[in-house]
């Protein structure tokens, strides 16, 4: 990573969050800890890790995030073993729990229906303790007993110890060393339980939940309607002042190119980057990277081999965590050794860094164009208006078809904004303002059909307008800092535009 900060640096990127590096087993690609305060071989030495912290803090000014995983260690965790054992006084470290009864095989019921994520039940029987134990991931990943007192502070510890490494996020203000830290949380529940994790006035929690929306809430089937949606949900939930993020891809879901359409790559970048708030980038998704296509024998994600030989492919992880495509050297510029992790997309010798950075128009110019302009008085500190704030009827695709209905609709200030209904799920746009500076507009097709927008028929659109930065299907229509008419942009198929 060290080696790599330059490009980190040339993108523009605030602050990496590297999953997690410390010592253990791998059954959860890092996420089962067998040992909370070291490094995992594989990803080098404590003195390493320091080496790259004052890298980035002397040298680029980049922040440095951890990610900390208070809710299980590895069943290879010594607490772990010594619970088992009932070794005071590490007992009741975990969630044990008795048997409901036993089957009809004479085997111990478990004691409740409860499941695993990675599928199975939640409890498994250990002999030695004659008792059942929780695990809400993989049953190599048993569940810390946060009823116990002993927990808690022994979380804060380990926070402690790595901040006093120099990392720079986890833990909320660390007035102590007088520097602001962060703490981002973690959590698949629906929006509104999501935002409890903000806090409230009198006690605050973290600077940001993740936002997972555009990432659970839409899969194939991508629409203007379902992203404006999405956006307006988090919106409308969050607590008053907090602070927005977004986040399209990760390392546990499908790549955006492989999801939505590599089309869609920079249009989506062109949303999240120029929305409120912070957006949370998976490596790779500036260069619109795909999902590569795993077989069963190279598979290494245990919810892919638990779900074995026929069904891997609707569960592993692995196809969105293959290596990071830098170039079209041996394995990607990844690796010098004769083999990586998991196998390298073939696509890698057009589809890779060094060739998007040396092309004329990629995805990786139109990222780094994009996190530059986040640094604009409106894209800061600006207002944000979505320009299909009109209607409730664009969650409703059924009543799109009576266009008589929507005709009829009255959109305060914005009479007459939709002239064809099935606008609503083709195009979205939005707008960050701010007085006495030129405002940023983005605008986004999502049908493969050429459209064309009148853009002032919206309040405060002007009738012309600079280019900043489009799709890369969009480089035959457009050009950087041209000046076009607002009145009727032809958007040729999928694809953005930033205006
Ligand atoms: C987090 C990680 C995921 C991991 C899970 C269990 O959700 O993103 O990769 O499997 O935690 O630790």
């Known amino acids: 990573i060290e080696s790599r900060l330059d490009y980190i640096k040339e993108l523009g990127v605030g602050a990496v969050w590297l999953s997690p590096i410390y010592k253990s087993p791998m059954k959860d690609f890092g996420y089962d800890i067998e040992d909370f305060k070291d490094i995992a071989p594989v990803f080098g030495t404590m003195e390493d890790f320091r080496s790259l912290s004052r890298a980035m803090k002397q040298e680029i000014d980049i922040k440095l995030l951890l990610d900390f995983i208070p809710n299980h260690s590895s069943d290879q965790h010594e607490w772990f073993k010594k619970s088992l054992m009932k ?49 809400q991931f993989l049953k190599q990943q048993p569940d810390l007993n946060y009823r116990n007192p002993k927990i808690l502070p022994w979380s804060v510890d380990v926070l402690q110890f790595w901040l006093d490494q120099g990392v720079d996020g986890i833990l909320l203000d660390h007035n102590s060393v007088n520097q602001t830290k962060i703490m981002i ?117 245990s919810a892919g081999i638990n779900a074995g030989p026929t069904k891997y492919k609707l569960f592993s992880r692995d196809p969105e965590r293959t290596p990071m495509q830098w170039n079209s050297g041996k394995n990607a510029g990844f690796s010098t050794a004769n083999q990586t992790w998991l196998p390298v997309n073939p696509n890698y010798v057009s589809l890779n860094a060094e060739a998007q950075l040396a092309a004329e128009w990629s995805h990786i110019k ?121 009145k009727d942009v032809t958007m040729p198929g999928i694809g953005g535009l930033v205006l």
């Open 185 to 301: 949380v973690e959590t698949y529940l629906p929006v509104d339980k999501v935002m409890d994790y903000y806090g409230n006035k009198t006690r605050s929690i973290a600077h940001f939940p993740f936002n997972f929306e555009l990432i659970t809430s839409i899969s194939h089937n991508i629409t203007a309607a379902k992203v404006y949606n999405i956006i307006q949900t988090w919106m409308e939930h969050m607590p008053q002042d907090a602070w927005a993020n977004w986040m399209v891809g990760n390392h546990d879901k499908s790549r955006v190119a492989t999801r939505f359409g590599p089309e869609l790559v920079d249009a989506m970048n062109m949303i999240t980057m120029l929305l409120p708030g912070t957006p949370v980038v998976y490596n790779g998704e500036e260069m619109g990277m795909e999902d590569t296509d795993i077989s069963w024998r190279d598979t290494k994600d």
């Open 366 to 486: 139109v990222f780094k164009l994009l996190v530059a302009a986040r640094k604009a008085e409106p894209l800061v500190f600006g207002a944000y208006l979505h320009l299909q704030k009109v209607v409730k009827l664009y969650c409703l695709p059924k009543n799109l078809k009576n266009k008589e209905k929507i005709k009829n609709f009255e959109i305060p200030g914005e009479r007459n904004l939709i002239t064809n209904p099935d606008t609503y799920i083709r195009i979205n746009k939005h707008m960050r303002v701010k007085e006495g500076h030129p405002g940023y507009m983005v605008v986004v097709n999502f049908s493969n059909k050429t459209e064309t927008v009148d853009l002032t028929k919206m309040a405060h659109v002007p009738d012309i307008s600079t280019v900043y930065v489009f799709s890369i299907t969009y480089a035959h229509q457009f050009s950087v800092r041209s000046r076009i008419s607002n």
């Open 87 to 135: 070794q005071e006084p590490y007992t009741d470290y975990y969630v044990w729990a008795d048997a409901k009864g036993v089957d009809d095989d004479g085997k111990p019921m478990p004691p409740n229906n409860w499941k695993a994520v990675f599928g199975g039940s939640a409890w498994e029987w250990k002999e030695e303790r004659q008792q059942f134990y929780l695990h």
